[in-house]
């Protein structure tokens, strides 16, 4: 069975900073899907970014991008000049593909202090 | 805009009360899910489905079942509501090999 490690459960920094937020997860599949997703203190989890495990170039969305490391099983996000809307709980999630289950790391709270 | 609405924000149940939580999807997703959210454990599934009148367990069935009788419709159910299933409760939907989309969260808090 797949599983998703967030080492990191909570994580503060100052607003314009960079902030990396780890994720390692387990398996022995070899295509599969990795996302990062949101959820602010109004508790509607949104997308943040997805990966392809195929595709070898890292994902970008503005201020977000993330460092795939397919060996290495780890699938970290990186926020450039945080704002305070940053502000959430972030979960890593695993998704084999083909498969119904997505699986879901134990998250990390982001506080990002004015 | 893609949505997905859970019937309840907050609820407040007494022990040993049968609980209903609904969850309507309006993006003709095959797969629809039910997943707790605890402090420190993440998200761990309860149910899913992926086609109407059918479903699987998740990681965490015990104490719940679910009904799936239309497809943009899924229900969780606590038949009989005890303390230890205070929780946050959400739904979510998706297709195959796509990204998921959650509702706003129910807080249940079974006293």
């Known amino acids: 069975a797949q599983t998703v490690t967030q080492s990191q459960p909570e994580m503060s920094v100052q607003e314009a900073e960079t902030v990396t937020l780890s994720c390692t997860y387990d398996t022995s599949e070899n295509n599969y899907y990795l996302f990062w997703y949101k959820q602010p203190p109004s508790r509607q989890m949104i997308l943040v970014i997805r990966?392809?495990?195929?595709?070898?170039q890292n994902a970008t969305e503005n201020r977000f991008s993330v460092n795939f490391q397919k060996a290495a099983k780890s699938f970290s996000l990186k926020i450039s000049d945080s704002q305070l809307g940053d502000t959430a709980m972030y979960f890593c999630?695993?998704?084999?593909?083909?498969?119904?289950?997505?699986?879901f790391g134990q998250g990390t709270r982001l506080t990002i202090n004015p | 805009d893609v949505k997905v609405t859970q019937s309840s924000r907050y609820l407040v149940k007494r022990t040993g009360e049968k609980v209903f939580l609904e969850c309507v999807q309006d993006m003709d997703h095959e797969n629809m899910f039910w997943y707790r959210q605890d402090p420190g454990l993440g998200l761990r599934l309860i149910y899913f489905s992926y086609d109407v009148k059918m479903k699987e367990k998740g990681d965490i069935p015990e104490g719940y079942s679910v009904s799936r009788e239309k497809k943009e419709r899924f229900s969780l159910i606590l038949e009989s509501a005890s303390t230890n299933q205070t929780s946050m409760y959400l739904c979510?939907?998706?297709?195959?090999?796509?990204?998921?989309?959650f509702g706003q969260g129910t807080r249940l808090t079974v006293v």
């Open positions: 979510a939907s998706r297709d195959r090999d796509s990204e998921a989309f």
């Open positions: 990966q392809e495990a195929y595709k070898q």
């Open positions: 999630a695993f998704l084999l593909q083909g498969a119904q289950k997505l699986v």
